[in-house]
């Protein structure tokens, strides 16, 4: 009997347990939070935004066709039906029982009040820019308190924190825009399950040869229907995911160890050191051993967000 990693990506989401998960409606507002693993952890868009806070793990996110490194304190903002995820991969045994803090709110109700209040007028750019992703620094702090109130509360003392947050979102400079493209995703459920697995595929795999003709069959699509279903998913051709995802997770090795850039290479799963300088200067506008160069002492190992001197280069 022919089993496939599609098949069994699947049975293994149906396998696990229900997660610590807590929803909280009240008017235009939805507060939820979940631990880790849950069945919240996919491939996914919706058509409210969504103000998204990581409390505990470290991992891998993706918004629209941006891929990235998290942990506790990480904040983005995702606008309707921009696709997103994290995935965690740096865990304690038996996982977490919270990791996400999360608000949802709908476009319309806003937008109408911000018509009749003008203070309200204060917070529309910042949601037009949350059409590309938008990650906040020196901020998780301060989130996570609002996040609480608005948890704890309700009615318009609940809207209250919710605003007082927006707002402070939308003044702060501290940010950077995430995917390049406004992208929007899939919306039948089937469509997006095969995302999550190939996705969740790529992930877990990417230090090993990795060739669109496998997963297209894998997911019962030829070739050329394939590279148009992925393109479509993520914002890039899949030669270029994969080479964003290793150097993105090459970025990591570089700040966090004294590996050899060739060893760095290896490690992350390209084939050529000089394939991987020429791919690593296309992605991040600087070589490997000048990322290294500019990181160092900046980071400290830390985990700590750039500055914004170096944003732009980190991880675009």
Known sequence: MEQTWLKDAQREIERKPPELERESYDGIINYLEHGYPSSRVRWHCHEEYELHLIVATSGRLFVGDYIGEFSPGHLVLTGPRLPHNWISTVVPEGGVPLRDMIVQFSHAPLAGAARVIPELRELLPLLERSSYGVEFFDMGSEAERH???????????????????MVALARTANYRLLS??????YDDDATLAKVNAVLNYITENYREPISAEMLAEQVGMSLSKFSRFFRKATGNSFTDFISRLRINKACQLLMDTDQYVSNVCYDVGFQNVANFNRRFLQVKGVTPKEFRRQADGRFGGIGGPPDQSVAAAHLS
Not at 180 to 185: I, Q, Y
């Open 180 to 185: 390049t493209a406004s992208l929007r995703s």
């Open 147 to 165: 996040l609480a109130c608005i948890r704890a509360t309700h009615g318009a003392e609940r809207f209250g924190h919710f605003v007082q947050l």
